[in-house]
Nanobody, 117 residues
Framework: VQLVESGGGLVQPGGSLRLSCTASVLTVSSYRMSWHRQAPGKERELVAVSTNAGGTTSYAESVKGRFTISTDKAKNTVYLQMNSLKPEDTAVYYC???????????WGQGTQVTVSS
């Protein structure tokens, strides 16, 4: 099983980025898919969750209204659209797949997002 994130980079405050998480072997629509982030010196935090291929989503209060998690079943990919980015959104963003009926937990390698002028 492999989760590969992409789409990170440097963006100015107020800008947008879209992160992608493409899975191999597992089917994203059959897992609880989530995005997490970890800033330097801080603990990893949950940003957004999607189950049932986007049928149910939830967000951290700090990103609600700015970030959107979505799923493309055909591409077996989960996205995180990030708008109105702030410097405090700077972190390494990780994709996670958690089994709904089996005790498995997979992580991607992370992608760096830096929000700075």
């Amino acid at each position: 099983v492999q989760l590969v994130e992409s789409g990170g980079g440097l963006v100015q405050p107020g800008g947008s980025l879209r992160l992608s998480c493409t899975a191999s072997v597992l089917t994203v629509s059959s897992y609880r898919m989530s995005w997490h982030r970890q800033a330097p010196g801080k603990e990893r935090e949950l940003v957004a969750v999607s189950t049932n291929a986007g049928g149910t989503t939830s967000y951290a209060e700090s990103v609600k209204g700015r970030f959107t998690i979505s799923t493309d079943k055909a591409k077996n990919t989960v996205y995180l659209q990030m708008n109105s980015l702030k410097p405090e959104d700077t972190a390494v963003y990780y994709c996670n797949a958690q089994g709904l009926n089996i005790p498995v937990d997979y992580w991607g390698q992370g992608t760096q997002v830096t929000v700075s002028s």
